[in-house]
């Protein structure tokens, strides 16, 4: 059974950084893609970013520059680093075990409990 838990959420100011974790129990971490997925309050839940299972990032446009995904097979925990951070970026940061094909992310249904990142102005 697949589990996924976040971590490293939290307050920051505007131009600040965090590091968000999200550790995997369950086998098949090594060969499955993963992604960053946020939640604003009254907002569809959106991708951030994606990692393919041989490291190749995927960004959305609203963070390219800023944000970094990165993971450690060894560890089975992909890590999202999110400097410059903007109020706009304040929501429930999730992350997701997926596939990608043809360098589209799509999301299976394993999900973590969210993380809360707040930015202020």
């Known amino acids: 059974q697949v589990q996924l838990v976040e971590s490293g959420g939290g307050l920051a100011q505007a131009g600040g950084s965090l590091r968000l974790s999200c550790a995997a129990s369950?086998?098949?971490?090594?060969?499955?893609?993963m992604g960053w997925y946020r939640q604003a309050p009254g907002k569809q839940r959106e991708l951030v970013a994606s990692i393919t299972s041989g490291g190749s990032p995927n960004y959305a446009d609203s963070v390219k520059g800023r944000f970094t995904i990165s993971r450690d097979n060894a560890k089975n925990t992909v890590y999202l680093q999110m400097n410059s951070l903007k109020p706009e970026d304040t929501a429930v940061y999730y992350c997701?075990?997926?596939?990608?094909?043809?360098?589209?992310?799509?999301?299976?249904?394993?999900w973590g409990q969210g993380t809360q990142v707040t930015v202020s102005s």
């Open positions: 997701n075990r997926g596939k990608t094909i043809r360098a589209s992310y799509f999301p299976q249904d394993y």
């Open positions: 369950g086998s098949g971490f090594s060969i499955n893609s």
